[in-house]
C-alpha cells in the first residue's frame, strides 16, 4: 500500500514537472492518476475536461471515455461515443468501441443497423467479432 501512495506522489510529481505538454494533454494525465487512485468521477470529469479545449485531439481521450463508461456499463458512454464518431474519428478502433458500446448496453439490433461501419471495416477483427456477437443475440 505505501509503494502505491509513493507511486502516485510520484506519478503527480511527475506531471506536476512536465514542461511544454498542451493543457488537453496534462488534464488527461492527471485524469488516468486520479482514474488509478479510485477517483472515478473526478477521473471523468476530468477528460470531459480534455475535451473541451480547442486544441484537443479527441480521439484517444473520447475512446478512454468511452472505454471507461462502458466497462461502468453507463448508458452515457453511447452519447459520448456517437460524439466522437460524428467528430471524425471513424477508424476502426472507434467504429469497434462504438459498436461494442452498444453491445454493451443490448443494443444488438442498433449494430446491425450500422452497415456503414461493418462495410467501411469488412476485415477488422474487433468489427467482425462484434457483428457476430450481435447476430448471435438477435
Do not use: H
Request: charged content about 30%; some cysteine.
Amino acid at each position: 500500500m505505501i509503494f502505491l501512495i509513493k507511486g502516485f506522489c510520484w506519478s503527480a510529481k511527475m506531471l506536476d514537472s512536465l514542461r511544454g505538454i498542451k493543457k488537453w494533454q496534462r488534464l488527461n494525465l492527471q485524469s488516468v492518476i486520479e482514474f488509478k487512485r479510485g477517483r472515478e468521477d473526478l477521473s471523468e470529469d476530468l477528460m470531459r475536461q480534455a475535451l473541451r479545449e480547442p486544441e484537443v485531439k479527441p480521439s484517444s481521450i473520447g475512446i478512454s471515455l468511452v472505454c471507461w463508461l462502458s466497462k461502468a456499463q453507463n448508458a452515457r458512454s453511447l452519447t459520448v461515443c456517437q460524439n466522437c464518431v460524428r467528430r471524425g474519428q471513424k477508424g476502426p478502433k472507434s467504429s469497434a468501441i462504438y459498436l461494442n458500446c452498444l453491445l454493451d448496453l443490448g443494443k444488438a439490433e442498433t449494430v446491425l443497423e450500422e452497415t456503414k461501419i461493418l462495410n467501411e471495416f469488412p476485415e477488422d477483427k474487433v468489427v467482425l467479432v462484434s457483428r457476430a456477437s450481435a447476430l448471435e443475440v438477435v
